[in-house]
């Protein structure tokens, strides 16, 4: 059975909802744990929507490629975009024992996701921004 979901979403935050029920699907049909699942599809709303409202400097239709593979004990997303060049992991930590009012806007979502996963990689490839989350599943 083919362990690997590719997906085409456009640059429209209505699209988060179509591909969360895809991967709820992907992970019941390989036995992905609830948290699993719940863990990619927060990861990806939260990556999604960021591209979605600040990548873009047009309001061009754009296309967003998602694949997600399951190789071994690793589930491996990588979403691949052509927005504005932005590299995710250069955002520093976000001082989260200040309170929410003295705190920089911005950078809770990345934060989220680098305690989500393993691993996170990014590069700039064909004037693409391609960002892999790499997590265990075991």
Same mark, same amino acid.
């Given at each position: 059975?083919?362990?690997?979901?590719?997906?085409?979403?456009?640059?429209?935050?209505?699209?988060?909802?179509?591909?969360?029920?895809?991967?709820?699907?992907?992970?019941?049909?390989?036995?992905?744990?609830?948290?699993?699942?719940?863990? +990619?599809?927060?990861? $990806?709303?939260?990556? #999604?929507?960021?591209?979605? *409202? &600040?990548?873009?400097?047009? @309001?061009?239709?754009?296309?967003?490629?998602?694949?997600?593979?399951?190789?071994?004990?690793?589930?491996?997303?990588?979403?691949?975009?052509?927005?504005?060049?932005?590299?995710?992991?250069?955002?520093?930590?976000?001082?989260?024992?200040?309170?929410?009012?003295?705190?920089?806007?911005?950078? +809770?979502?990345?934060? $989220?996701?680098?305690? #989500?996963?393993?691993?996170? *990689? &990014?590069?700039?490839?064909? @004037?693409?921004?391609?960002?892999?989350?790499?997590?265990?599943?075991?």
């Amino acid at each position: 059975m083919n362990k690997e979901l590719f997906i085409t979403v456009k640059n429209d935050i209505s699209e988060i909802v179509r591909l969360s029920e895809v991967v709820e699907q992907f992970g019941e049909i390989h036995n992905l744990s609830l948290k699993i699942i719940f863990d +990619l599809n927060l990861a $990806l709303e939260e990556f #999604l929507t960021n591209v979605i *409202k &600040y990548s873009y400097g047009d @309001n061009q239709e754009h296309l967003i490629n998602i694949n997600i593979s399951l190789i071994e004990d690793e589930i491996i997303t990588v979403i691949e975009d052509d927005g504005n060049s932005f590299n995710p992991l250069e955002i520093s930590e976000p001082d989260i024992k200040k309170p929410p009012e003295k705190r920089k806007v911005g950078g +809770l979502g990345i934060h $989220l996701i680098r305690n #989500l996963f393993d691993q996170l *990689k &990014y590069e700039r490839k064909n @004037n693409k921004n391609i960002i892999s989350f790499i997590k265990k599943v075991s």
